[in-house]
C-alpha cells in the first residue's frame, strides 16, 4: 500500500473561501505532483514538484499555488475558491532514477472539493 | 507531440469473461508504461509496470503486454470480476528530460455485469 495521504477526502466550502489541500509522502520521493480530475475525464497535471524548494505549472492552467518546503509535503493552496473548482485533485509522488525516467508513481486518494 | 491513445473508452462484459484493452503511444524517448486501475472516487492504484525490454508482464488475473516497436500496450483480463468494474489508465514514462514526466490515456471504463 502507497504510503501517500491526502486531507480531507472531502470538502463542500463556500465562494471565496481560501483553502488548502494537504498530501504527504512517507516514502522520500523527490518528485510529487497535483492533478485535476473531473467524473470520467482523465488527469490534468495542475502543478509538480523535482524536489525541496522547487515548484512547476503543470499543463492545465490552475488559479491554485503550491509549496514545497518540505521533501515529504506538498500542499495545494487555492486563495479564493469558486465553483468552477469543483473537481477531484489527486497527489501523486514518484522516484526518480537517473537515465530511467520515472519508477511507479504512487497516487494519494485524492480530496473531492465542491465550492458552493 | 508526445501522446496516449486508449480504446475502447468503455466496455461492458459479464462477470467471467475476458477482455483486453489498448494502448497505443508516441511518447518519445520511452521509459516505461504502467497500467492503472482506478475505482471511482478513488486515486488510481498500479496493476503493471513495462520497460522497453519487457513484452508480457502479469499479475494475477492481468496481464500486460507491450510492443516497443509499434508503441502498443494492451492490458488483458482473464475470468473478470465484478470488482474489476473501474476505470483503466494507461500511463507512459518518457526520459527525455533528467527527470521523465509522466503522460496519461484517459482511461477505458470498464463494466463488469453479473
Known amino acids: 500500500e502507497a504510503d501517500i495521504y491526502q486531507t480531507p477526502r472531502y470538502l463542500v466550502i463556500g465562494t471565496g473561501k481560501k483553502i488548502t489541500l494537504e498530501c504527504s509522502q512517507t516514502?522520500?520521493?523527490?518528485?510529487m505532483y497535483w492533478y485535476q480530475q473531473d467524473p470520467g475525464m482523465e488527469l490534468h497535471l495542475i502543478h509538480y514538484?523535482?524536489?525541496?524548494?522547487?515548484?512547476e505549472k503543470g499543463d492545465l492552467s490552475s488559479e491554485s499555488t503550491v509549496s514545497r518546503i518540505r521533501t515529504e509535503h506538498f500542499p495545494l493552496t487555492l486563495e479564493s475558491a469558486r465553483p468552477s473548482h469543483t473537481s477531484q485533485y489527486l497527489c501523486?509522488?514518484?522516484?526518480?532514477?537517473?537515465?530511467?525516467?520515472?519508477?511507479?508513481?504512487?497516487f494519494g486518494q485524492g480530496t473531492r472539493l465542491t465550492v458552493v | 507531440k508526445n501522446q496516449v491513445e486508449q480504446s475502447p473508452q468503455s466496455l461492458i462484459i459479464l462477470e467471467g469473461k475476458n477482455c483486453t484493452l489498448q494502448?497505443?503511444?508516441?511518447?518519445?524517448?520511452?521509459?516505461?508504461l504502467r497500467w492503472y486501475k482506478q475505482d471511482t472516487g478513488r486515486g488510481p492504484v498500479s496493476l503493471t509496470i513495462?520497460?522497453?525490454?519487457?513484452n508480457t508482464k502479469s499479475n494475477g488475473r492481468y496481464t500486460a503486454t507491450l510492443d516497443a516497436d509499434t508503441k502498443q500496450s494492451s492490458l488483458h483480463i482473464t475470468a473478470s470480476q465484478l470488482s474489476d468494474s473501474a476505470s483503466y489508465i494507461c500511463?507512459?514514462?518518457?526520459?527525455?528530460?533528467?527527470?521523465?514526466?509522466?503522460?496519461f490515456g484517459r482511461g477505458t471504463q470498464l463494466t463488469v455485469w453479473p
Open positions: 501523486a509522488s514518484s522516484e526518480v532514477l537517473r537515465g530511467q525516467g520515472n519508477t511507479e508513481a504512487f
Open positions: 516514502m522520500g520521493h523527490d518528485k
Open positions: 514538484s523535482y524536489g525541496v524548494n522547487s515548484t
Open positions: 494502448c497505443n503511444y508516441t511518447v518519445s524517448p520511452f521509459s516505461n
Open positions: 513495462m520497460t522497453f525490454s519487457e
Open positions: 500511463v507512459v514514462s518518457d526520459r527525455g528530460s533528467t527527470l521523465g514526466r509522466l503522460y
